[in-house]
């Protein structure tokens, strides 16, 4: 049965991202590498929780939900459709992409995955890419302010939070302004990086 899954790192203190997002900082100001260590580091030795944890994030997906932020620095109005994402023409997704966007712009079709640039807000991304997925997950991608939205209409089945040992100070929290919502954790792994944990709505 098809699932909403969310994967998403964070700090101690709670942040996904740093502040200062550009083109040379697409995940911000600050310590902010040390939020996907665990993901690059997972082949070395005594890393085979992380390797397990990262070949769940890269399996099959039926469709993507994602934030423009995500999908890269542009801001305002497109000047041209020259940005293909900071993926190059191989973005990992290999699955219909809905890309949050106040802005139009055509479709984006790269090796395996085509972007769709929806202006119309969360629930018309998500009801396409629902539909789009058919029996396969939907995973909301990130970045933060998109998963709150879909945190805070109680959609997320599986979230899996990587929490890296270390405080990033500043930037975007992913539980910022959240209530009343309840998730059980039915999974925990540890590694020198990051704290997995898997939880189930």
């Known amino acids: 049965m098809s699932r909403v899954v969310c994967h998403q790192s964070t700090s101690l203190d709670g942040f996904s991202a740093g502040p200062e997002q550009t083109l040379d900082t697409p995940m911000g100001t600050g310590d902010v590498r040390r939020l996907h260590q665990w993901m690059f580091r997972a082949d070395e030795p005594g890393h085979e929780a992380d390797a397990a944890w990262r070949a769940g994030l890269l399996g099959p997906i039926g ?25 190059g023409e191989e973005p990992p997704y290999h699955a219909p992409v809905f890309v949050l966007t106040h ?22 991304a998500f009801a396409r890419a629902r539909e789009a997925a058919g029996d396969g997950d939907v995973r909301i991608a990130g970045g933060a302010s998109t998963v709150r939205q ?32 309840t998730l059980t954790p039915v999974e925990v792994v540890h590694s020198p990086l990051a704290t997995h944990v898997h939880y189930s709505r």
């Open 103 to 124: 802005h139009e712009r055509a479709p984006l079709e790269t090796t395996g995955t085509t972007f769709h640039f929806v202006t119309e807000g969360f629930d018309a």
């Open 150 to 181: 879909a945190l805070e209409r109680d959609l997320v089945d599986d979230l899996f939070l990587d929490v890296s040992p270390f405080l990033l100070g500043a930037g975007e929290r992913l539980f910022d302004g959240l209530t009343g919502f």
């Open 63 to 87: 469709a993507v939900v994602m934030g423009r932020n995500m999908f890269g620095p542009v801001r305002g109005a497109w000047p041209d459709e020259s940005w293909r994402g900071w993926w």
